[in-house]
């Protein structure tokens, strides 16, 4: 072979292997069966060429491709994943951080299609906040907590200097002396109320006797309430109720008009009879006031 074939067909062979590797570099499985998705995403924050792709914490493909469209302002990015692995076609490709440093990936969160997704679909896409936004979040309520406390703290180390200054102070000075004079007084009393032992005791002694009399005093009244009670029994033991019966017939009967007393007090013809006769008596009186010789004749001889 001569010289200029070998160098021709050497040029060739470094150029295939360059092509290759940078093919390979750029996220394509030269060797294996792959097939190919898109999504288009807004934005492409930690995502480049070679960026893993993961089905069920599998790694299953890498992103082939990220175009950049000027209409739309958006990514279209392009995945090469093996065709081992099916999904749903209504499938989302969801980009997350692995890791605390923000390491990005993308994973496929399955649909409930029964229809498989085919190569040169254009999937849904979605995004996951890292881990540092979410414990960034999480902190947040606790910072604003802190920053509450830290406001209380100050507002009570302000009255604290508020209360110690120099008025205040003498005022809390004189508080403490008022009261170290109470329990000077309360002292005192004490001590009165102690060297007056015996006359306390002679009070509680009259005040026992006074308790002792009102105890006779309610036994004689327990007894009046006793005799009252036999009182009350011989009473109920008499037949008063029987003797009432006797007086109620007794009015009913003097109030019947068929009898005698009923006439008397039911008829006006007893009562006409007196009023006539009392009339009759007052014309008589006057006859003989004015012509007593009519009614009186004296003969003398």
Same mark, same amino acid.
């Given at each position: 072979?001569?010289?200029?074939? %070998?160098?021709?067909?050497?040029?060739?062979?470094?150029?295939?292997?360059?092509?290759?590797?940078?093919?390979?570099? %750029?996220?394509?499985?030269?060797?294996?069966?792959?097939?190919?998705?898109?999504?288009?995403?807004?934005?492409?924050?930690?995502?480049?060429?070679?960026?893993?792709?993961?089905?069920?914490?599998?790694?299953?493909?890498?992103?082939?491709?990220?175009?950049? &469209?000027?209409?739309?302002?958006?990514?279209?990015?392009?995945?090469?994943?093996?065709?081992?692995?099916?999904?749903?076609?209504?499938?989302?490709?969801?980009?997350? +951080?692995?890791? !605390?440093?923000?390491?990005?990936?993308?994973?496929?969160?399955?649909?409930?299609?029964?229809?498989?997704?085919?190569?040169?679909?254009?999937?849904?896409?979605?995004?996951?906040?890292?881990?540092?936004?979410?414990?960034?979040?999480?902190?947040?309520?606790?910072?604003?907590?802190?920053?509450?406390?830290?406001?209380?703290?100050?507002?009570?180390?302000?009255?604290? &200097?508020?209360?110690?200054?120099?008025?205040?102070?003498?005022?809390?000075?004189?508080?403490?002396? %008022?009261?170290?004079?109470?329990? +000077?007084?309360?002292?005192?009393?004490?001590?009165?109320?102690?060297?007056?032992?015996?006359?306390?005791?002679? !009070?509680?002694?009259?005040?026992?006797?006074?308790?002792?009399?009102?105890?006779?005093?309610?036994?004689?009244?327990?007894?009046?309430?006793?005799?009252?009670?036999?009182?009350?029994?011989?009473?109920?033991?008499?037949?008063?109720?029987?003797?009432?019966?006797?007086?109620?017939?007794?009015?009913?009967?003097?109030?019947?008009?068929?009898?005698?007393?009923?006439?008397?007090?039911?008829?006006?013809?007893?009562?006409? +009879?007196?009023?006539?006769?009392? &009339?009759?008596?007052?014309?008589?009186?006057?006859?003989?006031?004015?012509?007593?010789?009519?009614?009186? %004749?004296? +003969?003398?001889?």
């Amino acid at each position: 072979m001569r010289k200029e074939v %070998k160098t021709g067909l050497y040029a060739v062979i470094v150029i295939a292997v360059t092509l290759i590797a940078v093919e390979f570099l %750029k996220g394509k499985d030269i060797f294996s069966r792959t097939d190919t998705y898109y999504i288009i995403c807004r934005e492409v924050d930690g995502l480049e060429i070679s960026t893993p792709v993961t089905v069920g914490g599998f790694h299953a493909g890498r992103i082939s491709d990220i175009e950049y &469209n000027r209409e739309s302002m958006d990514y279209t990015v392009t995945i090469s994943m093996s065709r081992e692995f099916e999904f749903p076609e209504d499938s989302r490709m969801t980009a997350y +951080s692995s890791d !605390i440093l923000g390491t990005k990936k993308i994973k496929v969160v399955a649909g409930t299609s029964s229809i498989p997704a085919s190569s040169g679909d254009t999937l849904q896409s979605g995004s996951e906040a890292d881990m540092l936004s979410s414990i960034a979040e999480n902190i947040q309520p606790a910072v604003s907590g802190l920053d509450s406390l830290i406001r209380n703290i100050n507002r009570a180390v302000s009255s604290v &200097n508020l209360i110690m200054d120099e008025d205040n102070r003498a005022a809390v000075k004189d508080i403490l002396l %008022k009261l170290d004079s109470t329990a +000077s007084a309360l002292a005192s009393l004490s001590s009165a109320i102690n060297g007056s032992s015996p006359e306390i005791t002679g !009070i509680i002694s009259r005040i026992g006797s006074i308790t002792v009399s009102l105890d006779s005093a309610a036994a004689s009244a327990g007894n009046a309430i006793a005799n009252a009670e036999e009182v009350t029994a011989s009473l109920r033991d008499a037949q008063l109720g029987a003797t009432a019966d006797s007086l109620r017939a007794l009015l009913v009967r003097m109030q019947d008009p068929s009898g005698s007393i009923g006439r008397l007090l039911t008829s006006d013809s007893l009562h006409n +009879s007196v009023t006539r006769l009392s &009339n009759d008596l007052d014309s008589l009186v006057r006859s003989i006031r004015n012509d007593p010789k009519k009614y009186i %004749k004296i +003969s003398v001889f």
